[in-house]
């Protein structure tokens, strides 16, 4: 009895080894796929900053820091359901490892399903109807899905590109630590973030 409670626990524990290295396997692959997208999704950024198209430009990062965070995050999940898995524990943890697995199943579908392959990342330089509906419905959509954090992240980037596109090359960062006012400083920030959220909340086109 207690040889065959065993056997099941071994079972179960290695079923749940077994689909984490489909997981890692699937992941890995659309790494590979995503690093492709990321990289034309920069350039056709760069490409409408230059037109001065700083909507799709923002656009264009958006759909790469979503696509990127989601990995990242299934990554960082995959990790700590590996560390349950190996531990001599596994039937107390056995349910959490398989409700982990279920997310980063879902996560990856969902990734496969929203992000398409190149003609995706091509409309959104299109100009005709379709690619217009395509980007005011992948605005709408990222603005439900991505983080404050990821926002901002977007945005760095897109002034980055801004003055890369300018030809402006950013000064050197300072050795010594400049005195600054924490407190005028957490305004900017607060009034910065409002000023992106309201951006983001206009359509691309009307």
Do not use: C, W
Not at 16 to 23: E, S
Not at 57 to 85: C, F, G, H, N, P
Not at 107 to 127: A, C, F, P, S, T
Not at 175 to 190: F, G, H
């Amino acid at each position: 009895m207690g040889n065959a409670q065993s056997s099941h626990k071994v079972s179960a524990q290695d079923k749940a080894i077994l689909d984490m290295k489909n997981q890692r396997d699937k992941l890995h692959k659309y790494q590979k796929k995503i690093s492709v997208l990321t990289d034309r999704e920069t350039a056709i950024a760069r490409e409408m900053l230059s037109k001065g198209d700083k909507k799709r430009a923002l656009l264009a990062l958006r759909r790469k820091q979503y696509q990127v965070s989601l990995l990242a995050k299934t990554d960082a999940q995959l990790e700590q359901l590996e560390k349950l898995t190996s531990s001599v524990e596994f039937a107390l943890v056995q349910k959490d490892v398989l409700f982990g697995l279920q997310q980063g199943t879902n996560v990856l579908n969902e990734i496969h399903r929203e992000m398409g392959g190149i003609d995706q990342v091509e409309k959104i330089m299109g100009e005709n109807e379709e690619a217009r509906a395509y980007q005011n419905e992948l605005s709408e959509m990222l603005g439900t899905r991505m983080s404050n954090q990821d926002e901002d992240e977007v945005e760095e980037e897109l002034e980055a590109l801004e003055l890369e596109v300018a030809g402006i090359r950013l000064p050197d960062a300072p050795t010594a630590a400049l005195p600054t006012n924490l407190e005028d400083e957490d305004v900017v920030m607060k009034r910065r973030s409002r000023a992106r959220a309201k951006a983001r909340a206009e359509p691309l086109h009307a």
